[in-house]
């Protein structure tokens, strides 16, 4: 198993106890529809290691854990402060205007005001706003991934439908033409 086919599930905050627990920060907004996992991966030195989960007990986006094979507080402690990851299989399907920022890597990128503008290349996760980084030929357009912004997602065709604010697309499309005008001169 891959990183590529598994998502980040959270990350080992501490050793509980002195019989090996460990509680699980868990990143998801129902944390407790992980409460009956049976396994988990943990990224160790860039690869993920599968481990069977003997005990959980999940409250509010923390969980106690016991791991098999983990008893003892050294081998607790060398699992500290290391990813969580499971299979993608395990997200719930998302309706509507809803998506995870995997999901729309490579999707074709509609705007109404402009037709085709691009594909998804990813998702930039910041603090203050996740943006849409699109690239059509050379260029680059970054839109706020804002719900008022999204008019559809089309799951089986890979398409996102966009009305961007007006004038926003202008800015890197007007960039690209005076970029083009400029070197057509500089040949000249």
């Given amino acids: 198993m891959t990183k590529d086919e598994c998502f980040n599930l959270g990350y080992i905050s501490r050793r509980v106890g002195n019989k090996g627990e460990l ?6 907004d129902n944390p407790g529809r992980y409460s009956k996992l049976e396994s988990v991966f943990i990224e160790i030195n860039k690869s993920l290691v599968p481990f069977f989960i003997k005990k959980i007990v999940v409250s509010r986006n923390f969980a106690t854990v016991s791991l098999d094979g983990i008893d003892t507080i050294e081998r607790a402690d060398e699992l500290v402060k290391l990813g969580l990851y499971l299979p993608l299989s395990f997200l719930p399907p998302l309706k509507e ?18 037709g085709d503008i691009g594909i998804m290349q990813s998702i930039l996760d910041f603090p203050q706003q996740a943006i849409f980084q699109i690239v059509k ?8 991934a804002k719900d008022e912004f999204i008019i559809s997602i089309d ?21 690209t033409k005076e970029d083009d005008l400029e070197k057509e001169t500089d040949e000249d």
């Fill in 23 to 28: 509680a699980f920060i868990i990143d998801a």
């Fill in 97 to 114: 205007k809803k998506f995870y920022f995997h999901e729309l890597s490579g999707y074709k990128v509609t705007d109404k005001n402009y």
């Fill in 137 to 144: 030929d050379k260029n680059e357009i970054l839109i706020p």
């Fill in 155 to 175: 799951r089986e065709k890979k398409e996102l439908h966009l009305n961007a604010p007006e004038g926003l697309i202008d800015i890197y499309i007007k960039e």
